[in-house]
């Protein structure tokens, strides 16, 4: 079967209608599974197998090849992310994308991060679900560009086990075990995984420890199924290198200019979903939670070289009801999702004051944040070709900050008094499908996303910005349509969208904070899949989009005026991803891949870019024996000297070079039956 790159069926299906097929099922468009073909939203799928055949190092290189989605990798476990938008950082790229593991959000909505996606156990995952574009109607907070979701295998009854290592010549070795077992009634999963490389840049390295403990109990109408979670990870972090096409130098390339920087991450999440089947015509899903999440680390990108403490530690509950009326004909989901978080940040610079950026305590406070969202989504079948869909949710967020140092101003850093704000939005979505053909399936949709700006947009200040000026909730509306199809050896999904945003909050050029921004994305994607004949399939993730500033921002003390027209910074126009697997023989597969970055500008001005790249990857399985399996990996086959991230700022280009040619070899071992 094929791993979908999008909303489509497996390449080779042969059914009329796709969705009749089963296969493939995601529990993203929904929460809860539902046929891929006939969901609401353009979702991205990556299965277990194609995981298992990547073997990724990080999240990045299995999300990439999906249409539309660009995530940028930093230094070890750092990275930020685009889903239909340029690739976001600070505040906006923490609030911007919803990052869940096994339906629940990894972070509360107000406390993200950028690297976010750190937090989920995906080096065991079962797959990878990615929803394109607004979904706030169904997700609320954080949803504004789109969702990645990251989900867990399965508690199992069969007694089974896998044990996977791999190392590489870039000094990296993971192994992991993933093991099942239990009766009909009482099943258990265990995920372990392991890192440690030494880092492609010198000094640098990551140790990272993740664990998963999964028990489902089963009754004969009901399921509850508890997970408990635990991350670590010590990072030894790689800064930027600087310089006009630095990492293209063979030697400043493998450099670390900021030996001193570190990250130090630790997570710890439980949850149960109880999900009760009423009849025929009734579901309820109910899921408590608790989260904690403390980091620490160096803000190695800023002149500051400050040290964050960041922590936060929630309570929530998740509820739906799922119904079906008048003999299926409409259907519709009514859920209420409340939270309860307790958050803190501390922001000290240890080295003398540079310029504004002042030496001692930048910020020191405390919020106890409260969101409670009721959601309904409705689905008609007005037609045996034709299907209505319409969702509205209402968020309600609450802040109690605490500011616990002196309300002054520090150099560039402005410290609110204490205060609580409030923040009410609505998220609309419509949707329309009509049926054109057998396996041929047209769709449009309106979506807007909504959410409250971060707490550290609110409460992390600079002295420009008075402590009265409102900064308002973020809006995006969001139009998309296209075609998506399968039949006989071809799959397809092609789709335009256009979204304006308004209320965009980021930090211009002087590092001030600009809250009423505005910006335009516009573009199309295509997903492709084709299988000419058993063993070989072919597939294609192809994006084209345009994503611009809608107004003027004027800034004295550096060159990187905004106007209107100009393109967003770090957002290519160009994504693609080209992939062949082929299967010569039942023991040995094949997958060569080509991906292409194409260029765009590393500053708001326009005035600085960078060329983008082409790399090619080739990976190898060869089952060995029927629980045997040995893979190979070589990651930048041609060793072309590129950047995973460039920049500009503070006069000069910044780089996060990718690495060079990396040969990976592993070992894989079942147990069981």
């Known amino acids: 079967m094929l791993a979908a790159v999008s909303v489509v069926l497996p390449a080779h299906a042969q059914t009329a209608d796709p969705a009749q097929a089963g296969e493939p099922i995601v ?3 929904e929460g809860r599974p539902s046929a891929a073909f006939r ?16 073997g990724a190092d990080q999240i990045s290189e299995v999300v990439n090849r999906i249409a539309g989605v660009n995530v940028q990798r930093g230094n070890g476990i750092e990275h930020l992310t685009a889903i239909r938008s340029p690739v976001l950082t600070a505040g906006a790229g923490a609030g911007s994308f919803l990052f869940l593991e096994d339906h629940v959000p990894l972070r509360s909505a107000g406390f993200a991060n950028v690297n976010g996606l750190a937090d989920a156990h995906d080096e065991i995952a079962g797959n990878i679900e990615v929803i394109k574009g607004p979904s706030g109607a169904l997700y609320g907070a954080n949803a504004i560009h789109g969702v990645i979701h990251v989900l867990s295998l399965a508690p199992d009854s069969d007694e089974t086990a896998l044990f996977r290592f791999s190392g590489d010549t870039g000094r990296r070795f993971k192994s992991s075990l993933q093991a099942t077992g239990g009766t009909e009634t009482h099943a258990f999963g265990l995920g372990v995984s392991l890192q440690d490389e030494r880092g492609f840049q010198v000094p640098s390295g990551l140790d990272q420890q993740k664990i998963t403990l999964r028990h489902r109990w089963s009754g004969p109408d009901s399921d509850l199924t508890t997970t408990l979670a635990a991350v670590n990870i010590n990072q030894e972090t790689a800064g930027f290198i600087e310089g006009d096409d630095s990492f293209a130098d063979p030697v400043l390339r493998r450099r670390n200019d900021f030996p001193q920087a570190f990250r130090d991450l ?5 949850q149960s979903r109880f999900d009760w089947q009423a009849g025929e015509a009734w579901r309820l899903v109910l ?6 999440t403390e980091q620490e680390f160096l803000q190695h990108f800023l002149p500051s070289q400050a040290r964050e403490t960041n922590d936060h530690w929630s309570l929530g509950l998740q509820g739906a009801v799922y119904g079906s009326h008048f003999g299926g004909g409409l259907t519709t989901i009514t859920g209420l999702d409340v939270e309860r978080t307790r958050g803190v940040l501390t922001e000290f610079q240890e080295i003398p004051t540079l310029g504004t950026f002042t030496q001692g305590l930048h910020y020191d406070f405390s919020i106890v944040a409260l969101a409670a969202s009721p959601y309904i989504q409705a689905s008609f079948q007005a037609s045996p070709r034709l299907r209505l869909i319409a969702a509205a949710r209402l968020d309600y967020t609450r802040y109690d900050y605490d500011n616990r140092t002196s309300s002054t101003d520090v150099g560039r850093f402005r410290r609110p008094p204490d205060r609580v704000d409030q923040f009410l939005t609505v998220s609309p979505k419509f949707t329309v499908q009509w049926d054109l053909a057998p396996g041929l399936l047209a769709h449009a949709n309106f979506a807007r996303g909504a959410r409250p700006p971060q707490t550290s947009d609110l409460y992390r200040l600079q002295t420009l910005q008075p402590f009265d000026e409102g900064i308002a909730p973020e809006i995006i509306d969001s139009l998309d349509g296209g075609i998506r199809g399968a039949f006989r050896a071809w799959s397809f999904d092609l789709v335009g969208f256009r979204a304006n945003k308004r209320n965009f909050f980021f930090r211009d050029a ?20 084709w299988e000419p004949v058993d063993g070989l399939e072919f597939t294609a993730a192809a994006t084209y989009a345009r994503h611009t500033y809608r107004f003027d921002n004027v800034v004295r003390a550096a060159s990187e005026t905004i106007r209107f027209g100009n393109d967003i910074d770090t957002a290519p126009r160009i994504l693609a991803n080209l992939r062949l697997v082929w299967t010569p023989v039942e023991r040995v597969e094949v997958e060569a891949e080509w991906l292409r970055a194409g260029r765009y500008f590393t500053d708001a001005a326009n005035s600085n870019a960078y060329d983008g790249h082409n790399l090619a990857n080739l990976r190898l399985r060869l089952k060995v024996t029927q629980s045997l399996s040995t893979f190979l990996a070589v990651r930048n ?8 991230r460039a920049d500009f700022a503070f006069g000069s280009e910044r780089f996060f070079p990718g690495e060079a040619r990396v040969f990976s070899v592993g070992l894989a071992a079942s147990f069981g039956r």
């Open 287 to 292: 899921t408590p939670f608790a989260r904690v």
């Open 510 to 529: 002087n590092g001030f904070n600009v809250s009423d921004g505005r910006t335009r994305h516009l573009g199309v994607e295509a997903s492709l899949a």
């Open 266 to 270: 630790r997570a710890l999440r439980w």
């Open 39 to 54: 969901a609401p939203q353009s979702i991205g799928r990556v299965e277990s197998d194609e995981l298992a055949r990547i």
């Open 27 to 29: 529990v993203t468009a």
């Open 637 to 644: 086959l041609l060793n072309r000297f590129y950047a995973e």
